[in-house]
Structures are given as C-alpha cells and as structure tokens.
C-alpha cells in the first residue's frame, strides 16, 4: 500500500476542514432565509392525524365539504346544485404534506382541512340553509287544471319551475273506472230534482230548498271556481308578463254580455213571433204557451251552457292529475259535480211551473187579443198556476186550451209544464259531458303539458267565458229573479223565506269550501 506524503495528507487535511466548513454556512443560511420564504398562513393546513375515511358530503356554495367526526375537510374538486355528491371518500392518505382520498369511481382527489374561520362561515350558512328548507318544508301542493300548483314555501327556490312537460307514472285502470263512477254520480244529481218533482208538488218547500242551494253552487262555481281559476291561468310564469293585467277579468266579462246578448235576442225573437201569430188572429193561445217555453228554454240553455264547458275541463283536467293528488282530488269532484247537477236539475224540474218574468210580459201583454169561450175550465189537471205579476195589464178573457191564459176571479197565469222526457233529455247533457272530458284526459295522458302557453291560454279563456255566464245566471235570472223580480221568494212566507236562505248560503259556502282543493 502506497504511503501518503505529507504534503499530501496536508492537502487532504485542507481539503476536508473547507467542506465543513462549507457545510455549516449553507445550513446557517437556510435557517436565516426560512421565515422569509414561508407564506402566511392559509385557510387549510394539513392535520396532524389522517382520516380513514370522511362523509356527510355537501355543498357550501361551489365547494364541497365532508366530515371526518367533527372534523371538517374541502374537496378539491367542483360541483353544482344539481351534482350528485358521494357518500363518502375511502382510503384517505397522505403524499408529502398534501391530503388525498379515493372516490367511489377509484380516482384519487385532493382534501384540505377547512380552518376555523371558515366552518364558523359555514355553521352561519347551515343555520340559514335550515330556516330555508324549514320554510320549503311548509309548502302545500294541488293540483288546478292539470296544472301542480304550491302555495308556502320558498319563493326564491335555487331551481325555478320548469314550463315542460313533467313525466309521471299514472293508473290508466282506476282512471277508468272512475270514469264510471263519475257518470253515475252527475247522473244522481242532475237526475234527481227532476225526478222528484215528478212526484212532489213545485209549491213543496223541499223542492224550494233544492232550487236556491242550487242557485248558491252556481254562484260559487263562477266565482270561487271558474274565475279564480281563470286568474291563475293567466298569471302562471310560463306565459310570462302579459301587457293587460286584467286579462280573465275582460273576458268574463265578455262571457256575461254573451249570456246577456243571447236571452235578450231570444226574448226579443219570441215577442215578434207572439206578436206575428196574434196578427194571424189564431184561435188558441197555444203559440204563446210554446213562447213562454222556448223564453224558459233560453235561460236554461244558457246556464247549461256555462256549466257544461266549466265540467268537461273539470274531466280533462282531473285524470292527467298525478296518482299523488288523484285520489282526493277525485273525492273533491264529485261533490263538485253532485252539487252542480243539483242546481242545474232543479231549475230544468221547473220548467213550466215559474214562468220567467221575461216571457211573462211578453206573452201576455198581447193576451187582450185572445177569444172568449165561457164554460170551459181555464186549467186542466195538469197544468200549474201561478199568480199574474202584479206589471201585467189584467186580460178580459180567458182561452179554453189553458196553455196561457188568466183567471180574472183569482188572477193566476196558467201554463202547460214541459214534459218529462224532453226534461230528462235536457239534463243528461250535463251527466254525460264530466265523463266524455275524462276520457279525452285518458286520451292525451302522454302528451298533455299543463304548463304549455297554448294550453294556458285555452284553458283559461274557456274558464272565464264560464265564469262570466254562470256569473250572469246565477245573480240575475236566478238569485235576483227568485227574490226580487216576481220569483217564487218574492211573496213567499216567513218559514219558506228562511228556508230557501238558509239554503242559498249553505250552497254558497259548501262549493266555496270545496274550491280549496279544486
């Protein structure tokens, strides 16, 4: 082995006395140069233990945050209000100073842990998060018009209402069979004054109570029912702002000068046809009979008119409402159209027994000119009479046929009542037309869109035409005719009078009642 010179081991010597001493400065100046290199403080620094796992994942805003304990960590990822978060994060480790956790999906994501400042943030934001989703949890739901509506709540829901069409899972099977338990039920009620009266006398003051409860439903139909429904329809957001804020208002009203418009044309055209046949010089009053009717014939039609077009959306609209709501919106409904036949068959039962005041006037005011045959009687046993309204001028004679004609002793207006069969045939209109709307619902279960601006518009023209005809029915020829213009009510006693208002209100707030579900 060579030996070392000493000039040699003094190199060496030299040599290693300078890298320690190289050594030493560079570690001195690492620590001198360390807090000027280091960043403030952060908002997540790593933990001094790493979680096995952490869950209870949520959104705070953009971020997502998950629970390890009380522990709370950010997710270095982005998500939004309708992201589907994980459970939870497995395998939780560490690389270096940084923090990661495997997804479900078998990918490895970087968690920090969320520092104090923040979570007070974040507790502010649960708090207010909890208010919020307690006051959504407050909100109540129905359907009106095929349409999900919901009253409480949130008004400022992170994700608006949607105007498309909502996919649902609907019972075709009990939709129709309730199709036929909803015939029988209109059939029931529109059905049954008529019926009655078949047996009972007009003057009965259980057939009175059926005809002012009647006029009640039909004047809470048009109101609570119709025009409130209407209003809706046009405010709906998918329509957007309309320019006329008054929209359903302007076209019940439209629908009330229609109904106006009609009775009075077919009155005006019933006094030239009398006045045409008393030129003719006819012997038999039985033209102005058949006038009487046809005047009562218009009043009617009209109501049906308007009850008709409110049923068949009622049909329509109640089979596309979700298998949620359909069950008791259906028990709602047959109330409803029970309550409805009632007043639509009462008054169509009084065909021929309360003359309208209108046709009244009309036909007799050209009474003068009939012909005296003294020794008949001026009534046959079928046949009602009615006193003369104290407005018409007093005829000197009588008519033998009775159709039309005034008793000069006792004053009283005869006319022949209409059959049953043409009654009857009136009134089935009305229990046929909620079933046929139903099975147009059935119909277009897969396509109809309540929420589709065409559909908006026609459902809600058509409800306020009906709320404006049943509007002038209801108050006109039936309440204010009842009771102020020469009706039944206007000379009736104290037990009837008391009745038949007791009777009124009770349709009144029944149908109204029944407009917080339908």
């Keep these: 082995m060579a030996r070392l010179l000493p000039s040699d081991r003094k190199s060496i010597l030299q040599y290693a006395v300078t890298a320690l001493l190289l050594q030493s400065t560079s570690a001195s100046q690492i620590q001198h140069r360390a807090p000027q290199v280091t960043a403030a403080p952060t908002a997540t620094t790593a933990p001094a ?150 047996f009972v006398s007009p003057n009965n003051v259980f057939i009175t109570i059926l005809r002012q409860f009647g006029t009640g439903v039909v004047i809470a139909t048009a109101f609570i029912h119709l025009f409130s429904e209407a209003q809706q329809m046009f405010a709906s957001e998918c329509l957007g702002e309309l320019s006329y804020e008054s929209t359903a208002a302007a076209i019940s009203m439209a629908g009330m000068f229609v109904s106006f418009l009609a009775e009075y044309l077919g009155v005006r055209v019933l006094q030239w046809h009398a006045a045409k046949t008393e030129a003719r010089n006819i012997e038999n009053g039985g033209e102005k009979g058949d006038s009487a009717q046809r005047t009562e014939m218009v009043n009617i039609l009209v109501l049906e008119c308007g009850v008709v077009f409110h049923s068949i959306l009622v049909g329509i609209t109640l089979v596309v409402a979700s298998d949620t709501f359909f069950l008791t919106l259906f028990a709602v409904i047959v109330f409803h159209q029970m309550f409805e036949g009632i007043a639509l068959g009462s008054r169509i039962a009084a065909l021929g027994t309360l003359p309208p005041i ?43 046929h009775g159709v039309v004609s005034e008793d000069e002793s006792v004053g009283l207006t005869v006319i022949k009542p209409v059959s049953l069969k043409k009654k009857l045939l009136l009134a089935s209109g009305f229990a046929l037309v909620t079933p046929i709307g139903m099975a147009i619902g059935i119909g277009v279960l897969k396509q109809f869109n309540g929420n589709d601006p065409s559909t908006i518009i026609a459902i809600g023209t058509l409800e306020a035409v009906s709320a404006g005809i049943l509007m002038w029915v209801g108050i006109v020829e039936m309440w204010a005719h009842d009771w102020m213009l020469g009706g039944e009510m206007t000379t009736s006693g104290p037990l009837r009078t008391l009745a038949g208002l007791t009777a009124l209100i009770a349709g009144l707030a029944l149908m109204s009642l029944l407009g917080k579900w339908a």
């Design 358 to 400: 209108n046709a009244a006037s009309s036909v007799h005011s050209h009474s003068h000119h009939g012909h005296s045959h003294h020794g008949h009687s001026h009534s046959h046993a079928h046949e009602v009479k009615r006193p003369s309204l104290p407005t018409e001028p007093a005829s000197p004679t009588g008519t033998d």
């Design 49 to 198: 233990t790493v979680p096995t796992a952490i869950s209870g994942c949520h959104l705070h805003d953009t971020e997502v945050l998950c629970l390890a304990g009380e522990t709370e960590y950010s997710i270095h990822t982005t998500a939004t209000a309708t992201s589907e978060l994980p459970a939870q994060f497995t395998g939780c480790h560490s690389h270096d100073d940084a923090l990661f956790c495997v997804t479900p999906s078998g990918d490895d994501v970087e968690i920090s842990l969320v520092a104090k400042e923040s979570e007070e943030g974040h507790d502010d934001h649960d708090h207010d998060e909890h208010e919020a989703t307690s006051s959504t949890s407050e909100k109540k739901c129905h359907f009106h018009a095929g349409v999900e509506q919901c009253t409480g709540g949130d008004e400022h829901e992170a994700v608006s209402a949607t105007c498309e069409r909502t996919n649902r899972n609907y019972n075709i099977r009990l939709r129709v069979g309730l199709l036929f338990a909803m015939l029988a039920t209109s059939s029931i009620g529109v059905f049954s004054p008529i019926l009655l009266s078949s």
